[in-house]
């Protein structure tokens, strides 16, 4: 075997290509340091086709997401993947939410190598994988209303005025269970309740166990604050590759619990009167090496304008990442905001700078949903930050009290129902910028 087969091996199972008993081996006889350096090299075109002739893999599936955020995908069989990657693969976008009409409705799918993973849970009798793909007229050009150009051109923005940025994501989900015909939660359990209150931690532990076959990291897990309510945590990554493994995780939760005869729900307010279910988006922002979070005492002043420029914009961008009529219903309650303000570590804030060292330092924004557009809403709140480092925006004061109790019209508000926060998003010169103004205007007509 060359040694660029043996590397290529390793790196496969590094990022849990195989089989759960051939990773477990793995990470309990190599050190993290190094599994990590090999996954950040990535897959390339050629690795793909290699794996895919060597390891008897029966489909492909091309996947991407609709304008709103709902995964969509196509399989094809290996013969037509180098099609896939020099031509790509067409399809109907008309028949696609939020994309294109039918007098012009040819859309190409082109696989982006370094998002390959294997579908555990479909690869019996034959391996399956799954690319995530980026979305492209006939001509070549890219198509404007895929949320990953999207949010590729505020990367790029970004790198060019000197930061890079890393996301971590906290997702939160209830189990239903179905019970004389009605759809109840899956237990009574409560905040890090343990079995028998906690009837969902196997469940957790496959998702867990699946995430890491398909190259997430999951990080932690546990019981929420609703009945049936859950969290699985991940290790914090790239901007685009966050939103990617939101997608993916979101698939993964919804197929293991249907596996095991549940139904999982991201509904921001699934159960009425209980916690719901929030996307607390973790931020880093690094400058010349060093996460501008970083250090004690006061804060950087581009830390700063970061932060006042997504206060400033948050009300324009609630219907991108609160973009449903029952998101409303969970904020101003069970720890999920309804004042744009921050604080550090106080919860009951928009934004909150949590007390960790070193690079966990970040800043964590807490009103978005589960069900968000992950690629729309990631773009808009980068873009919000730079603004406001562009702009040299200066932060307000720390608000300090429980916000949950503060009276209305003492701290700038977020709008109270969706159809408030479309209003201002269809009037923000900002978010037709910063998403263009047909992807943009198409989101809120759907």
Not at 57 to 74: H, P, Q, S, Y
Not at 244 to 263: E, H, Y
Not at 305 to 311: C, D, K, R, V
Not at 391 to 405: F, K, M, S, T, V
């Amino acid at each position: 075997m060359t040694e660029r087969r043996r590397e290529r091996k390793r790196r496969f199972s590094v990022c849990a290509l195989f089989d759960t008993e051939r990773v477990m081996y793995y990470n309990r006889n190599v050190k993290t340091a190094e599994a990590e350096k090999r996954c950040a090299m990535g897959f390339t075109q050629q690795d793909v086709s290699e794996f895919v002739r060597e390891n008897d893999v029966r489909f492909i599936r091309l996947a991407f997401c609709d304008l709103f955020g709902e995964l969509k995908n196509i399989s094809i069989l290996p013969d037509r993947l180098e099609k896939a990657f020099k031509y790509g693969i067409a399809f109907d976008a008309s028949a696609v939410r939020g994309f294109l009409g039918v007098d012009r409705s040819d859309l190409f799918l082109r696989p982006d190598p370094s998002t390959m993973s294997v579908v555990p849970w479909r690869s019996m009798g034959g391996v399956v994988i799954r690319m995530i793909c980026d979305i492209y007229y006939p001509d070549g050009k890219p198509f404007e209303g895929s949320g990953r150009y999207v949010l590729d051109r505020i990367k790029r923005r970004a790198a060019g005025m000197g930061y890079s940025c890393n996301i971590g994501a906290e997702c939160e989900f209830y189990l239903f269970r179905e019970e004389e015909g009605k759809m109840v939660p899956l237990d009574d359990g409560g905040y890090f309740d343990v079995f028998p209150k906690d009837r969902g931690e196997n469940v957790r532990r496959e998702i867990c166990v699946t995430l890491e076959q398909m190259g997430l990291r999951p990080e932690r897990s546990h019981h929420e604050h609703g009945p049936g309510q859950n969290e699985v945590d991940f290790r914090y990554d790239g901007v685009m590759e966050t939103a990617d493994n939101i997608v993916t995780f979101r698939w993964v939760v919804a197929s293991v619990a249907r596996n095991n005869g549940l139904t999982a729900s991201f509904e921001p307010k699934p159960v009425p009167g209980e916690s719901g279910n929030g996307l607390h988006v973790n931020i880093s922002l690094i400058k010349d090496g060093v996460n501008i979070f970083d250090g004690d005492g006061a804060m950087r002043r581009d830390a700063r304008s970061f932060i006042a420029g997504i206060l400033n914009r948050i009300s324009e961008i609630c219907a991108f990442t609160n973009p449903k009529e029952a998101s409303y219903a969970r904020l101003g309650a069970f720890e999920a905001p309804r004042f744009a303000t921050w604080s550090r570590g106080n919860r009951s804030q928009l934004i909150r700078v949590p007390y960790a060292y070193g690079d966990s330092k970040r800043i964590e924004v807490r009103n978005p949903d589960c069900v968000v557009n992950p690629y729309l809403a990631f773009a808009l709140l980068l873009n919000a930050g730079l603004e406001g480092i562009e702009n040299g925006e200066e932060l307000p004061d720390e608000c300090d009290e429980n916000a949950y109790l503060a009276q209305e019209g003492k701290y700038p508000m977020l709008p109270a129902t969706l159809s408030e926060a479309k209003a201002l998003a269809a009037k923000s010169a900002f978010v037709a910028e910063t998403l263009g103004k047909k992807a943009a205007e198409s989101f809120l007509e759907g």
